[in-house]
């Protein structure tokens, strides 16, 4: 093969060998830098808010993941595991539907936060929770080993900080600052369930 043939099928090797890697074949790095957290929305509960009168502490009360939803919160975790994202901090909303999909990625122990706890029965509390997200943001990767973070919340809670609209089981990789608020965003689907 001739020296300028034998570069050019190098180059479209390596250009066809880059093509072939999956577009997040950055998340795990990107997540084990102090800079990105994940953010993902619950799995699938069937429904629209909670019901009148329901109570954190009482799954009964509140709006659920079906199976669909586990099966889907099952099948991110796979997803996660394929991108290198085997294990991580794992931090969650409290209510059930967040907690259960957090524990169902099977990445870790779950442990709560209020600060991802949803805002949607009073809007009025969006300035303040999206604050407390920062703090807890910046808190967890000044105190983080280069672990991923992974943190299960509300579609309002995603929306209210990174402007970003999310369906159910979306993950949006977040870029912040030493403060943890919001610098930038790059979203995944959830993968098909």
């Known amino acids: 093969m001739k020296p300028l043939k034998f570069i050019t099928f190098l180059l479209l ?6 093509l072939a890697l999956p577009a ?19 799995a699938d509960a069937p429904g629209y808010g909670d019901p009148a009168g329901y109570q954190l502490g009482n799954c009964s009360t509140q709006r659920n993941l079906d199976e669909k939803g586990k099966k889907q919160a099952v099948l991110i975790g796979e997803w996660l595991n394929s991108q290198g994202v085997n294990s991580a901090k794992v931090l ?3 209510w059930c539907r967040c907690l259960e999909t957090a524990k169902l990625l099977n990445k870790g122990p779950v442990s709560t936060a209020t600060a991802l706890g949803s805002f949607f029965d009073d809007m009025s509390l969006e300035k303040k929770q999206t604050q407390n997200l920062e703090k807890l943001i910046q808190s967890e ?12 919340t509300h579609h309002v809670n995603i929306q209210a900080f990174t402007g970003k609209v999310v369906n ?26």
């Open 13 to 18: 090797s390596a250009l066809a060998s880059l």
């Open 141 to 152: 990767l000044q105190g983080n080993q280069n672990k991923p973070i992974i943190l299960v």
């Open 168 to 193: 159910v089981g979306d993950m949006v990789l977040v870029k912040v600052d030493k403060n943890g608020k919001y610098i930038s965003q790059q979203t995944y689907p959830s993968p098909s369930y």
């Open 92 to 94: 969650s909303s409290p």
């Open 24 to 42: 997040n074949a950055n998340l795990a790095s990107a997540l084990q830098d102090g800079q990105h957290v994940l953010l993902m929305r619950h």
